[in-house]
């Protein structure tokens, strides 16, 4: 069983950055991808930003050229810096771990864009 903790949610205004952390309970290599999701009110939950093992990345277009995903293999963590954060971005932000035969989410972290 993987778990995984968020952290580094809040509030900032727009224009503003923050830096998600997702700490995994085992080395992260060993996890096929990880990826950051997010759900805001009334919409369905929707993929940001996703790192295979290999290094490759994925991004959402409405993210590309803001957001970048990286890991620290080391700390066992993923993270998901996010810059020129818009009202837009408002939502509850999730890390998964996929295993290929599996799955696991973490509990997410609130990001709140506004002035």
């Known amino acids: 069983q993987v778990q995984l903790v968020e952290s580094g949610g809040g509030l900032v205004q727009p224009g503003g950055s923050l830096r998600l952390s997702c700490a995994a309970s085992v080395r992260i290599f060993t996890i096929y991808a990880i990826g950051w999701y997010r759900q805001a009110p009334g919409k369905q939950r929707e993929l940001v930003a996703t790192?295979?093992?290999?290094?490759?990345?994925y991004y959402a277009d409405s993210v590309k050229g803001r957001f970048t995903i990286s890991r620290d293999t080391a700390a066992n963590t993923v993270y998901l810096q996010m810059n020129s954060l818009k009202p837009e971005d408002t939502a509850i932000y999730y890390c998964?771990?996929?295993?290929?035969?599996?799955?696991?989410w973490g509990q997410g972290t609130q990001v709140t864009v506004s002035s």
């Open positions: 998964n771990a996929d295993l290929r035969a599996t799955n696991y």
């Open positions: 790192i295979i093992s290999t290094g490759s990345t």
